[in-house]
């Protein structure tokens, strides 16, 4: 087992990625287009909420990553999700699936099912999500993860080898694997689990960063090592959910080279 | 007119709310989505907000409870709340009504009327809301109130007789009633009326609260003393709504037995 | 060319604003409906997103200023937007149309140019939006705008005569036109392009002041003035996108006449 990503080439990631300001399309549940979109601002990437079918497809041809997540999957919105899949896979637009509450809920577990054969670039979930998703178990508590990371690893190499995909499973210790590799990154802050939209964000997050790299794998436990080291960053300060929420989004904009190669851990 | 609530049955639910994280569903509007899930993550419970019909009705089986807001009722979204109420109404899961903008606007005062038919555990509104949807009034200017929390005492009476429910009526001193006893919070801060979603937010902690005690009207009174004192120690060191808001969230994770012990004022 | 604005004429706008708190109706785009409700709120006018068909128009008649933002135009808000628009042209309720992203997607390139015909008393866009929606352009990329707000100045001039709107195009100079004269507004703050929904809210503004005054041209481009100078407030304290975002909207509740006087920049 290779680890395949340095501090440095995380630096080099994110560097790009406020050089370039890559267009992160996002077709997200209506919780989070709010905190999502904001946080891509404050990483130096450039959302773009464009949902509605017929614009879907064709924005995701144009977009440098797109973002898929079926928190609340409205009929138009459905049909826009596949319209964007299908386009990204079609254009090469890197793409990531976020199958929030999968397994508990029919509507979109069918959905997920159906965007998965569009082979998603990711897959971001909790683990009781990438269990469910994998087929091999009933899903969590709603967006409630009831299983660790750890559990969830024969599910995402299983995800991942069947789907071309490399799968990230948040938790405390998040784990990112391509079905033959597996990353681990340790940082972060509880704090994240108690700002909605913590989870969902990073799916958009992932975008950007697979936007910038083409080593996929790299990409995806890049963003997932930025945005957890800026969440240590935020809570240092923070006295409660609301202020982790704003100065995490002022330390997404703030963290640099210094602050990631002190911090991360990879292992 | 027996008050049937202490400060030590305040503490008590808001120790077994924290403890055992209740699953609030909430179908709501669009502008509130991401404030009411944070206040509800904040408090310590878990927020999902499945509003897609077929998802919402087997959803509010398994909730802790539910929250049914009609403020931007989409057609989509109507079916799904006239299948939650159903199925919490069946299942015995307590859900909240929360009628906004009733009486003035015809859409959603249809829904509200039919809604009704599924007798909400609790009912929380403003004044002119809660007159309008008794039938005894036109509504107000939008979301605004036009009316004060006494005026709408006999209304408030009405609704809890007819459809057996408790109502809340927002305001300066806050009203609960079923019926028969009125018990009155006089805790709060203007902030609240100046972050949006103060009132709407309200209506899914009292779901939250309604899980944790079969006691609906503690349960009601209790979620709003709760909530209007963290709002006073939010609006100690707040500069203004936005600093208000942050400080809020927090405020809502800090709050304990000490503090509302010291605080509310209930008559 | 006259300048038709003062810094006494701004000032005595907001009072009456704040005096007034006028209703502004806000079909809007899903990411942005939070912030925009808060920063109506902080600046002293009553949201209200009533956006679903038949409640639209209805309450376009009673409202006090209408915006109509195409961000995420999903078909049942598209009919929505029709009926408001036509409901407050025929009712004489002032009201802006802010083109997100038009010239770029299809649907709501369509949209905004049918919406057009209703005469909207104002448009706000970015340059690209702008000299798309004039026919001059093929818009930007995404939500950004990749044109100057000079590079715009003759598409509003041409936009303003045609429709008989003020047309307002957002940059680091702001530029405000009704195809005669022209106000430039030198305030603001780069955070503003940080925080999703920093113009859009502006729309919300311009709503609001069209709301307090017949001046279309001197209303507008009080708006801008006012709104910018609070982003500069905000700026001076701010670590981030996260923190300016709140002190924005304290700077909105605080903003008064002396600070108006001493930092605005007309010309």
Redesign the interface.
């Known amino acids: 087992m290779t680890v395949r990503l340095t501090p440095d080439h995380i630096c080099t990631m994110l560097a790009r990625l406020r050089e370039t300001g890559p267009?992160v399309?996002c077709l997200t549940?209506?919780?989070?287009?709010?905190?999502t979109?904001?946080v891509l601002?404050?990483l130096g990437a450039?959302?773009?909420?464009?949902?509605?079918?017929?614009?879907a497809g064709?924005?995701a041809r144009i977009?440098s990553g797109v973002l898929i997540n079926v928190?609340?999957?409205?009929?138009?919105q459905r049909v826009a999700m596949v319209e964007a899949a299908s386009a990204a896979q079609e254009a090469g637009t890197p793409w990531v699936l976020d199958p929030v509450?999968v397994g508990?809920?029919?509507?979109?577990t069918a959905l997920a099912s159906e965007l998965l054969s569009y082979a998603p670039t990711a897959i971001r979930g909790n683990a009781s999500e990438v269990i469910a998703l994998a087929g091999l178990g009933a899903g969590g508590?709603?967006?409630?993860a009831i299983d660790s990371p750890e559990s969830a690893l024969a599910a995402a190499g299983r995800l991942a080898s069947v789907h071309g995909s490399v799968v990230a499973v948040s938790g405390a210790v998040d784990l990112i694997t391509d079905g033959i590799d597996v990353i681990r990154i340790g940082n972060g802050h509880p704090y994240l689990?108690?700002?909605?939209?913590g989870g969902c964000a990073l799916g958009a997050v992932t975008a950007a960063f697979l936007a910038v790299d083409g080593d996929r794998m790299a990409a995806t436990a890049a963003a997932t090592a930025v945005y957890t080291v800026a969440a240590e960053i935020a809570a240092a300060g923070a006295?409660?959910?609301?202020?982790f929420?704003?100065?995490?989004?002022?330390?997404?904009?703030?963290v640099d080279a210094e602050i990631i190669r002190s911090r991360v851990a990879i292992s």
Request: aromatic residues 6%; negative net charge.
């Open positions: 267009l399309q549940n209506t919780v989070v287009t709010n905190f979109a904001n601002l404050a450039a959302p773009a909420m464009a949902d509605v079918p017929t614009e064709q924005f977009a928190g609340t999957p409205h009929a138009e509450a508990v809920l029919p509507v979109r508590r709603g967006v409630d689990t108690l700002v909605t939209g006295c409660g959910p609301g202020s929420a704003f100065a995490f989004l002022d330390a997404l904009g703030s």
